[in-house]
């Protein structure tokens, strides 16, 4: 299979025009006022002479073709909703293709802005599935956020909340998934990935702080593994991130608000030479509704990037700083809230630091029948974070805080190239791409005890056996090092794919995959040695060489997508296809457990497999038969080799035992009656199951009162996978440019979720509303404000459930643990535009 299909790739300009007189192209691109590619743009060509009219839409990067043409002068109109509808005259010589258009759509006169690639935008004829989309920069402008990462909440059934201080990466949930910080949702920013693999807290670590929101163009997504070119974390879905290189206007922007929310941005762009240069910057603080201690998140984001060149052929270049430092309210068990108050923290020391720099640069081409596109990045990456999630429950006297710490350097490029071409009188498209990313990690877990690192005190040792009968020693684990899982390594990955799509029919087209990724990691532990003494008189480990090594694997990814219709603007789907998430390349060569609380002894383990794979099926449909409805619905389903999870104890993510399975529906839909009012409801319920019974993750039972010292015993368990999301919807509202006027109104709810296997403990639902107005005093002058958590209800960002200890005095107690969601709180911002105007 991998052979036919890189050889049906390679071989197509020997044939590609088999059975075809002529043989003549005619290609180009559709864009806007500014710039921006217009996905969907329809094109009809026809011979001044008459016959038959030609038609076909421009894709979702806007390019079209027309193959198979005979020399002679023709007519091409080309029209999109809400832009003005062109005719040119087009001219194919004998026996020479004619150069790309490049055909730029003026906004219709009846409205003064535009919605780039929005939901309402219909992609019949040109999606591969019912849950592909496109979020445009309006719909993000408009939408009320709290967090800069919510701007992905703009995807059906996505949720986007926290569980710590807001410098701290989102927490994200979508198709029955707890995708912790990011592992199976690949984020991307232009081209550049945003996830960090065998990350210090979590695989797959996904921080959106970096973003600016009014520098995105727009977020194109897909959901499920279909699509050849998103390799790792992209199984559950993939969020692509696309920034302005020329902003509609410079502009800048200065917001304050409750509890200490302050905000200053501000974006310009120019033309330098034959380019374009743009810039632009955030200053940002917070301190969040913490009655303890406030978060006092100070970050500060700063781009440049500088364009040249058309759609044809053109280069960018961008270069991106970040920084962040916050204090952090953990999440907290509900049993301490009598001891700290709801909004309250047990250890007010919690928090970190973080950076991120990066350049990367992007080169593409397109020719009569071929595009090539090559993105290569590179950036250095840090994070120094301190957590505590279990309190006492491991060390009566210093506590149970823990850091980690991650530095990085990574480099990666992504290439590919396309032909466009026709098979026997079909219309065929085939991309060949290569990506490569490695990372040179340097990252620890070290005790802490008020950020302070913290050695072992062997007077204070306790030697019983589990570690929870040591409940009279002064500290239940006095005798463990601060350092207690120190690692440098490489982990490098390799991908190439090659996608063939063909038009069969008028009513049918299909698109197959291949995808293979290989692994590499090379690991060297830094722990140190653990020595015996006389006082702990346990079996000497040295983990240099125990947990070093090499590990390596290559796994392939066949994917096949089928298409059919339109038949009254309505599209049907069917799809296949495997995906896969990395691994923590510290556990890929980990022979021996770190001394820790959860292994205060010498443990032997087995390493675990670098790559797990993933594979799902989906059938869809996408329709916009209703006048002025888009809608979609997809049924779905997903299986997993092994199930990444968060662990209470360290942070960080740990490996199930057995594989898990996933169902659900999907159904989004947007109404825009008129050119001012939009209407959206999204709808999403899945399941999540183990195929056996998964004990580990089963509820325990609290001791009497009486024996309140006493440590909880557990149940059996079931087979639910534990804080897997179930039902979410969404919905709002809009008026948008409508004398000057803009609001949203918008309800989110986020259902109830099992957080045991055994689904004793769960989580209550939360429903919000939020709200957003603005208005246009002038051509310059616009002032907004944005109402969050209008109904001011005490909702849980985030609930676990696991054992932990609020006091030294406390027994230890098995309860739900959450992080509450902010209240009701009031953003007010004004912002001067000036220069030359684009059309978004």
Same mark, same amino acid.
């Given at each position: 299979?991998?052979?036919?299909?890189?050889?049906?790739?390679?071989?197509?300009?020997?044939?590609?025009?088999?059975?075809?007189?002529?043989?003549?192209?005619?290609?180009?691109?559709?864009?806007?006022?500014?710039?921006?590619?217009?996905?969907? !743009?329809?094109?009809?060509?026809?011979?001044?002479? *008459?016959?038959?009219?030609? #038609?076909?839409?421009?894709?979702?990067?806007?390019?079209?073709?027309?193959?198979?043409?005979?020399?002679?002068? $023709?007519?091409?109109?080309?029209?999109?909703?809400?832009?003005?509808?062109?005719?040119?005259?087009?001219?194919?010589?004998?026996?020479?293709?004619?150069?790309?258009?490049?055909?730029?759509?003026?906004?219709?006169?009846?409205?003064?802005?535009?919605?780039?690639?929005?939901?309402?935008?219909?992609?019949?004829?040109?999606?591969?599935?019912?849950?592909?989309?496109?979020?445009?920069?309006?719909?993000?402008?408009?939408?009320?956020?709290?967090?800069? +990462?919510?701007?992905?909440?703009?995807?059906?059934?996505?949720?986007?909340?926290?569980?710590?201080?807001? +410098?701290?990466?989102?927490?994200?949930?979508?198709?029955?998934?707890?995708?912790?910080?990011?592992?199976?949702?690949?984020?991307?920013?232009?081209?550049?990935?945003?996830?960090?693999?065998?990350? !210090?807290?979590?695989?797959?670590?996904?921080?959106?702080?970096?973003?600016?929101?009014?520098?995105?163009?727009?977020?194109?997504?897909?959901?499920?593994?279909?699509?050849?070119?998103?390799?790792?974390?992209?199984?559950?879905?993939?969020?692509?991130?696309?920034?302005?290189?020329?902003?509609?206007?410079?502009?800048?922007?200065?917001?304050?608000?409750?509890?200490?929310?302050?905000?200053?941005?501000?974006?310009?762009?120019?033309? =330098?030479? #034959?380019?374009?240069?743009?810039?632009?910057?955030?200053?940002?603080?917070?301190?969040?509704?913490?009655?303890?201690?406030?978060?006092?998140?100070?970050?500060?984001?700063?781009?440049?990037?500088? @364009?040249?060149?058309?759609?044809?052929?053109?280069?960018?270049?961008?270069?991106?700083?970040?920084?962040?430092?916050?204090?952090?309210?953990?999440?907290?068990?509900?049993?301490?809230?009598?001891?700290?108050?709801?909004?309250?923290?047990?250890?007010?020391?919690?928090? /970190?630091?973080?950076?991120? $720099?990066?350049?990367?640069?992007?080169?593409?081409?397109? *020719?009569?029948?071929?595009?090539?596109?090559?993105?290569?990045?590179?950036?250095?990456?840090?994070?120094?974070?301190? @957590?505590?999630?279990?309190?006492?429950?491991?060390?009566?006297?210093?506590?149970?805080?823990?850091?980690?710490?991650?530095?990085?350097?990574?480099?990666?490029?992504?290439?590919?190239?396309?032909?466009?071409?026709?098979?026997?009188?079909?219309?065929?498209?085939?991309?060949?791409?290569?990506?490569?990313?490695?990372?040179?990690?340097?990252?620890?877990?070290?005790?802490?005890?008020?950020?302070?690192? #913290?050695?072992?005190?062997?007077?204070?040792? %306790?030697?019983?056996?589990?570690?929870?009968? %040591? #409940?009279?020693?002064?500290?239940?684990?006095?005798?463990?090092?601060?350092?207690?899982?120190?690692?440098?390594?490489?982990?490098?990955?390799?991908?190439?794919?090659?996608?063939?799509?063909?038009?069969?029919?008028?009513?049918?087209?299909?698109?197959? /995959?291949?995808?293979?990724?290989?692994?590499?990691?090379?690991?060297?532990?830094?722990?140190? &040695?653990?020595?015996?003494?006389?006082?702990?008189?346990?079996?000497?480990?040295?983990?240099?060489?125990?947990?070093?090594?090499?590990?390596?694997?290559?796994?392939?990814?066949?994917?096949?997508?089928?298409?059919?219709?339109?038949? =009254?603007?309505?599209?049907?789907?069917?799809?296949?296809?495997? @995906?896969?998430?990395?691994?923590?390349?510290?556990?890929?060569?980990?022979?021996?457990?770190?001394?820790?609380?959860?292994?205060?002894?010498?443990?032997? %383990? &087995?390493?675990?497999?670098?790559?797990?794979?993933?594979?799902?099926?989906?059938?869809?449909?996408?329709?916009?038969?209703?006048?002025?409805?888009?809608?979609?619905?997809?049924?779905?389903?997903?299986?997993?080799?092994?199930? =990444?999870?968060?662990?209470?104890?360290? /942070?960080?993510?740990?490996? @199930?035992?057995?594989?898990?399975?996933?169902?659900?529906?999907?159904?989004?839909?947007?109404?825009?009656?008129?050119?001012?009012?939009?209407?959206? =409801?999204?709808?999403?319920?899945?399941?999540?199951?183990?195929?056996?019974?998964?004990?580990?993750?089963?509820?325990?039972?609290?001791?009497?009162?009486?024996?309140?010292?006493? $440590?909880?015993?557990?149940?059996? +368990?079931?087979?639910?996978?534990?804080?897997?999301?179930?039902?979410?919807?969404?919905?709002?509202?809009?008026?948008?440019?409508?004398?000057?006027?803009?609001?949203?109104?918008?309800?989110?709810?986020?259902?109830?979720?099992?957080?045991?296997?055994?689904?004793?403990?769960?989580?209550? &639902?939360?429903?919000?509303?939020? +709200?957003?107005?603005?208005?246009?005093?002038?051509?310059?002058?616009?002032?907004?404000?944005?109402?969050?958590?209008?109904?001011?209800?005490?909702?849980?960002?985030?609930?676990?459930?696991?054992?932990?200890?609020?006091?030294?005095?406390?027994? &230890?107690?098995?309860?739900?643990?959450?992080?509450?969601?902010?209240?009701?709180?009031?953003?007010?911002?004004?912002?001067?535009?000036?220069?030359?105007?684009?059309?978004?």
């Amino acid at each position: 299979m991998v052979l036919l299909l890189f050889a049906l790739v390679g071989t197509v300009p020997a044939y590609a025009y088999a059975g075809v007189p002529d043989g003549l192209v005619l290609s180009g691109t559709v864009v806007d006022a500014s710039g921006a590619v217009i996905a969907g !743009a329809a094109l009809r060509l026809r011979s001044v002479h *008459g016959g038959a009219w030609k #038609t076909t839409r421009a894709d979702k990067i806007g390019t079209f073709l027309f193959p198979g043409l005979r020399a002679g002068n $023709y007519r091409l109109v080309v029209s999109s909703p809400g832009f003005e509808t062109k005719e040119f005259p087009v001219t194919l010589a004998i026996a020479t293709n004619p150069a790309p258009m490049h055909i730029p759509l003026a906004v219709r006169t009846v409205s003064t802005t535009i919605r780039v690639q929005g939901q309402a935008d219909s992609l019949t004829g040109i999606a591969v599935s019912s849950t592909q989309g496109t979020i445009g920069a309006t719909e993000i402008e408009d939408r009320p956020i709290l967090r800069s +990462g919510q701007i992905l909440e703009a995807i059906p059934g996505l949720i986007i909340t926290q569980h710590a201080g807001g +410098g701290k990466a989102n927490q994200y949930f979508l198709r029955g998934f707890n995708l912790d910080h990011g592992t199976d949702f690949a984020v991307f920013l232009d081209n550049m990935p945003l996830n960090l693999p065998s990350h !210090a807290h979590g695989e797959g670590y996904s921080d959106m702080n970096v973003v600016i929101p009014e520098f995105v163009q727009r977020v194109d997504f897909d959901k499920g593994p279909y699509y050849a070119n998103v390799g790792d974390f992209g199984a559950a879905g993939s969020a692509h991130v696309v920034f302005f290189t020329a902003l509609p206007r410079n502009f800048v922007k200065v917001e304050g608000g409750s509890y200490g929310y302050g905000r200053t941005v501000f974006g310009l762009s120019r033309p =330098l030479g #034959t380019g374009t240069l743009l810039y632009g910057g955030e200053a940002y603080h917070d301190n969040g509704p913490w009655s303890t201690h406030e978060d006092n998140y100070y970050k500060y984001n700063g781009l440049v990037t500088y @364009s040249h060149g058309a759609t044809a052929h053109g280069f960018v270049i961008m270069a991106h700083a970040y920084r962040g430092t916050w204090h952090s309210s953990d999440q907290i068990p509900v049993n301490a809230v009598p001891l700290v108050g709801y909004f309250g923290a047990l250890n007010p020391t919690d928090g /970190g630091e973080s950076q991120r $720099y990066s350049l990367q640069s992007e080169w593409h081409r397109q *020719g009569a029948i071929s595009r090539t596109k090559i993105a290569a990045w590179g950036f250095y990456y840090d994070l120094d974070l301190f @957590s505590d999630f279990t309190y006492y429950l491991d060390d009566l006297v210093k506590g149970d805080q823990f850091e980690q710490q991650d530095r990085r350097w990574v480099a990666g490029l992504d290439a590919h190239h396309t032909i466009l071409s026709e098979w026997f009188g079909r219309r065929m498209v085939n991309t060949i791409g290569l990506q490569v990313r490695s990372d040179w990690v340097h990252n620890g877990l070290y005790r802490t005890a008020n950020r302070v690192r #913290t050695g072992k005190d062997d007077s204070n040792a %306790c030697h019983e056996e589990p570690i929870a009968a %040591c #409940t009279s020693a002064p500290s239940l684990v006095a005798f463990l090092p601060a350092a207690t899982d120190l690692n440098t390594f490489t982990d490098t990955l390799f991908g190439i794919y090659a996608e063939n799509s063909i038009q069969w029919a008028d009513k049918f087209r299909s698109v197959l /995959g291949l995808r293979g990724d290989e692994a590499r990691y090379i690991v060297t532990s830094l722990t140190p &040695a653990y020595v015996a003494t006389e006082v702990n008189p346990i079996q000497s480990v040295d983990f240099s060489w125990l947990n070093s090594g090499a590990a390596s694997q290559f796994l392939p990814e066949p994917k096949l997508s089928f298409i059919f219709g339109p038949w =009254l603007r309505t599209e049907l789907y069917a799809q296949g296809g495997f @995906s896969f998430h990395s691994n923590d390349a510290r556990g890929t060569t980990q022979r021996e457990e770190p001394i820790s609380p959860e292994y205060p002894f010498p443990a032997a %383990c &087995a390493p675990i497999s670098p790559l797990v794979q993933l594979k799902g099926g989906e059938f869809g449909v996408r329709t916009s038969t209703v006048s002025h409805l888009q809608s979609t619905l997809s049924l779905w389903f997903l299986r997993s080799n092994s199930e =990444l999870q968060q662990d209470g104890d360290t /942070g960080g993510t740990i490996a @199930s035992e057995q594989p898990s399975n996933r169902y659900g529906m999907e159904w989004a839909n947007e109404y825009a009656p008129t050119d001012h009012w939009t209407v959206d =409801l999204d709808l999403a319920d899945s399941r999540a199951q183990f195929t056996r019974t998964d004990s580990a993750d089963a509820a325990f039972t609290n001791p009497s009162p009486a024996n309140a010292l006493s $440590y909880p015993r557990q149940l059996p +368990g079931g087979k639910l996978v534990p804080e897997a999301v179930r039902a979410v919807a969404s919905s709002g509202i809009a008026l948008r440019d409508y004398k000057g006027i803009a609001a949203e109104v918008r309800l989110r709810y986020f259902g109830p979720r099992d957080l045991t296997s055994d689904g004793v403990n769960r989580s209550a &639902a939360a429903l919000s509303i939020d +709200g957003a107005a603005g208005y246009q005093l002038n051509r310059n002058w616009r002032i907004s404000t944005d109402l969050l958590n209008l109904l001011d209800r005490r909702n849980d960002d985030i609930t676990y459930a696991y054992i932990s200890r609020i006091s030294p005095a406390a027994g &230890a107690a098995f309860t739900n643990v959450y992080h509450p969601a902010e209240p009701f709180q009031v953003r007010f911002s004004l912002q001067r535009s000036f220069g030359f105007e684009r059309q978004k």
